[in-house]
């Protein structure tokens, strides 16, 4: 998992219950090059109860409002068991990693047989402990998100999965912000290093932002993970839908953290790079002569000037040259050498 960025197209519900929907969720996220697409795993009378009220941003998102309960809402959003065999299928169709949330213990051991490669835990599960300790007890890798969570609550996630027999080591947090969109200001990047320096973990960052600059960013300071929704059209009915990409975004964000992948995989060291040695002479200048100067001239700084290219003597050697004797006459603008002067 630690090879490069693993970067989770989360799919989540934005498939509204239409499995050729989902299909071609799978699709798009291949496409653009992200390693996992990510769907919920849940049976709604097991999440929600049902006289639980929406959240504001899914009464402001979902169609018809009001007119529906969460527990209706989701209810409609589920994946049967045969959907996520077929969403398998597809996954090994265009050669991306299929992975699920569950929202339930009985979702867990479903997962768990469906052979995926580690466990994520959503933000609203961090205080669960028996949802933990299952998770735990399963023995693979764990990424959980901490949205609406302070350092307490992950020091006791995390004392759970230890307990348990899950070391740090197998274990990914995921700086996060449960509101959808989440306000730029509202994003505090800088805590997931926190979470790092104070657990010595591996850290990343889930996004709820608009746009793709904070994943960009996060990856910058040290995300070894990055989780984000997308859909196929903002414009489509549902409660997560407006605060996702489009697949052109989507594609977009994982070109983007893959350049910054290289440009943050150098040494560390201030140096020469070889694709910069051939423009040193080109860029940089040296020492010439302002105007004609005839042989036995002693060289003054007014007789210099510093021009490209930069294969003569130093614009930094200057006063090694002045009151030096010319051994031949040179021509105005014609580079100084160090066998012309004695």
Partial sequence: MNKHVIIIAEAGVNHNGDIELAKELVKQAALAGADYVKFQTFKADKLVSKSAQKAEYQLQNSANGESTSQFEMLKALELSVEDHYILIDECKKYNIKFLSTAFDLEGLEFLNTLGIDFFKSPSGELTNLPY???????????????????????????????????????????????????????????????????????????????????????????????????????????????????????????????????????????????????????????????????????????????????NGISPMDIERVIGKELLIGKIANEILNLEDIK
């Fill in 132 to 310: 933990l300790i299952k998770m735990a007890k399963m023995g693979k890798p764990i990424v959980i998100s901490t949205g609406m969570a302070n350092l307490d609550e992950i020091s006791a996630a995390i004392g759970v999965f230890e307990k348990y027999g899950i070391s740090k080591s197998l274990i990914t947090v995921l700086h996060c912000n449960t509101e959808y969109p989440t306000p730029m200001n509202h994003v505090n990047l800088k805590a997931m290093n926190q979470i790092k320096d104070i657990f010595k973990i591996s850290i990343g960052y889930s996004d709820h932002t608009l746009g793709i600059e904070v994943p960009i960013a996060a990856v910058a300071l040290g995300a070894k993970i990055i989780e984000k929704h997308f859909t196929l059209n903002r414009l489509l009915p549902g409660p997560d839908h407006k605060a996702s990409l489009e697949p052109s975004e989507l594609k977009k964000m994982v070109q983007s953290i893959r350049n910054i992948e290289l440009a943050i995989s150098g040494s560390g060291i201030k140096e020469i790079s070889p694709s910069e040695e051939k423009n040193i002479t080109i860029a940089r200048k040296s020492l010439h002569l302002k105007h004609d100067l005839p042989k036995g001239h002693i060289i003054s700084e007014n007789d210099l000037i510093s021009l490209r290219p930069g």
